[in-house]
Nanobody, 127 residues
Framework: VQLQASGGGLVQPGGSLRLSCAAS????????IGWFRQAPGKEREGVSL????????WYADSVKGRFTISRDNTKNAAYLQMNSLKPEDTAVYYC?????????????????????WGKGTQVTVSS
């Protein structure tokens, strides 16, 4: 059973990256998918969430309008499209599979305990 985030790298401010979250050994479509990030010296924070059933989404205010979360259950994967990147987006990004009950408040992402954590991928935004 494994969850793996990939797609990070070095990008200039204003650039874009697409992160992928691939699951093996279990069905990702049973879970809501959350993306988190942790910058050096800072606490981990929830960035975005997509539900398993109706595909509802939530975004942290800091990324709203710039990031887009999606999922492809046929590929057992989820994605985070990141546009208009800023230096403050620099962090290690993680995806997680969360067994979220229907009707849960999506903005409480930081308080949910994922069933699975993926290994992170480094995103560095710098000129």
């Amino acid at each position: 059973v494994q969850l793996q985030a990939s797609g990070g790298g070095l990008v200039q401010p204003g650039g874009s990256l697409r992160l992928s979250c691939a699951a093996s050994g279990f069905q990702l479509d049973y879970y809501a998918i959350g993306w988190f990030r942790q910058a050096p010296g800072k606490e981990r924070e929830g960035v975005s969430l997509i539900t398993r059933n109706d595909g509802s989404t939530w975004y942290a205010d800091s990324v709203k309008g710039r990031f887009t979360i999606s999922r492809d259950n046929t590929k057992n994967a989820a994605y985070l499209q990141m546009n208009s990147l800023k230096p403050e987006d620099t962090a290690v990004y993680y995806c997680a599979a969360i067994n979220l009950a229907p009707g849960s408040e999506l903005s409480l992402l930081d308080y949910y305990v994922p069933d699975y954590w993926g290994k992170g991928t480094q995103v560095t935004v710098s000129s």
